[in-house]
């Protein structure tokens, strides 16, 4: 741990960290495959064969949205828990419901890190107001900070006035949980006479964090960075001092695929994030986490050499229902494969003479003779809906991460 960096894996040359990731994976696929629902997901792989990113491309997708049945058919964690539920630390519930297990692991879910680019140190005391009921928000934060060496206030949800007697009397340095939580405890303090002037320092999740919202905290005295985190694999991305973008945790391995797909996008292209994680309890591989993002270019100002994303760009699952019929990304993309001449494509659904209407936006740059009537019989075979087809140029459709745009009024 030195004074900018919580260590020396954050500043490791990229070539060196891809050979160190890609060299352990094999393991990790090999100890995933003794459980019954990774043996299914990923069938008869070569665990030793996927040694590079083109390799891992080719595993299978799992998808986030998929574990509330998966957990359903194969209870509790859908065969997914290398290590059986009797030996693990935690056994909590998200909505959904999606069943979460926690190991022993120090620092199981990668927060520590996150919480030292925010600037907590050994020594300070951290109020947490992530919710401690059976989710695991406040639980990997918990195990973040006791791992950095800070002590806790387990604050969770709720009991404002509670919490702001807490943090007047035992001075935390800072804050985790949701930023607009931090603003309902710094308007009760105020409001109440309290001092909160304790708190210098936040780190956030779980929801959005508007330039606002961070500046509003920043004049009242606390400087908060976010994260971006999932359940599944804990901490996938945190902001620096630099606030450029989000650095990629170490131990995780980060992909932008093209929605609907699992094949990876070119970097700065807007796709869906997927991540495969080393947690030798619960490891997860190639999960779609039905988020949108991007890879940034060149390295964060801070000196961390991972790579950055652009944070939360919203869903990726954009399925949506057309004349009784649903159409699904995975349809778009089934398009783009039957014509590899086209480039980025949007199905645009609006509403025509009170009907509902579906035009497939092409990228192309030169279109031969009957493509866009081959392209509309391709849609309709794959949707079983008519569409029209509107050939556009290279590099006119935005780079948002929509394959599908619903743009029909609402109400």
């Known amino acids: ?76 964690f859908g065969g997914f828990n290398v ?14 419901p999606i069943f979460e297990p926690e190991g022993d692991e120090e620092d199981y879910a990668g927060v520590a890190r996150a919480m030292f680019a925010a600037g907590f140190r050994p020594g300070h005391v951290v109020h947490n107001c992530f919710s401690y009921h059976l989710t695991p928000g406040a639980w990997m934060f918990e ?3 006791r791992a950095l060496g800070c002590a806790v206030i387990p604050g969770g949800t709720g009991n404002t006035e509670q919490q702001v007697e807490a943090i007047a009397h035992l001075k935390p340095d800072g804050y985790v949980g949701t930023p607009d939580f931090l603003k309902v405890l710094l308007d009760t303090a105020k ?20 330039a606002s919202l961070r500046q509003e905290l920043s004049d009242r005295g606390v400087e908060v960075l976010q994260c971006y985190a999932i359940a599944e ?24 695929v093209r929605p609907g797909t699992g094949d990876p996008v070119p970097e700065g292209e ?39 994303i652009k944070g939360w760009m919203g869903r990726a699952d954009q399925t949506t229902k057309v004349k009784g019929m649903f159409v699904r990304p995975e349809q778009v993309a089934e398009v783009a494969k039957r014509h590899p ?26 279109p031969a003779g009957g493509l866009a009537d081959a392209v509309a019989a391709s849609l309709q075979s794959v949707t079983k809906l008519k569409g029209a087809v509107a050939l556009v140029p290279p590099g006119s459709l935005a780079n948002d991460g929509k394959v599908i745009a619903d743009e029909r009024p609402i109400g």
């Not at 100890?31 to 080719?58: E, M, P, V, Y």
């Not at 901490?235 to 980060?254: D, Q």
């Not at 039905?290 to 270019?297: H, R, T």
């Not at 086209?342 to 645009?348: A, I, K, N, P, T």
Request: net charge neutral; with cysteine.
């Open 143 to 145: 195990a973040g900070s």
């Open 233 to 256: 694999t804990g901490v996938i991305a945190y902001e620096t001092e630099a606030r450029e973008g989000l650095v990629v945790n170490e131990n995780l391995i980060v992909e932008i």
């Open 270 to 308: 807007v796709g869906e994030l997927v991540v495969t994680s080393f947690d030798p309890h619960y490891p997860m591989i190639r999960l779609a986490t039905g988020d949108l993002s991007a890879i940034m270019p060149g390295r964060s100002p801070c000196g961390r050499t991972n790579m950055r």
């Open 341 to 366: 001449e086209l480039g980025r494509l949007r199905l645009v659904v609006s509403r025509q003479g009170e009907q509902d209407a579906m035009t497939l936006q092409a990228e192309c740059g030169a």
């Open 1 to 76: 741990m030195s004074q900018n960096h919580y260590d020396s894996l954050e500043t490791r040359d990229p070539a060196q960290r891809e050979q160190d990731e890609f060299a352990a994976l094999p393991n990790v696929l090999e100890r995933a495959l003794r459980a019954a629902g990774w043996k299914q997901q990923l069938g008869g792989i070569d665990a030793k064969a996927i040694t590079s990113r083109s390799a891992l491309a080719k595993l299978p997708i799992l998808r986030k949205s998929d574990l509330v049945a998966l957990h359903k058919q194969n209870p509790p």
């Open 83 to 96: 290590t059986e539920p009797g030996r693990l630390v935690h056994l909590m519930m998200s909505p959904g």
């Open 191 to 210: 409001g109440s006479g309290k001092d909160a002037s304790s708190l210098r320092r936040g780190l956030v999740s779980g929801a959005a964090f508007p």
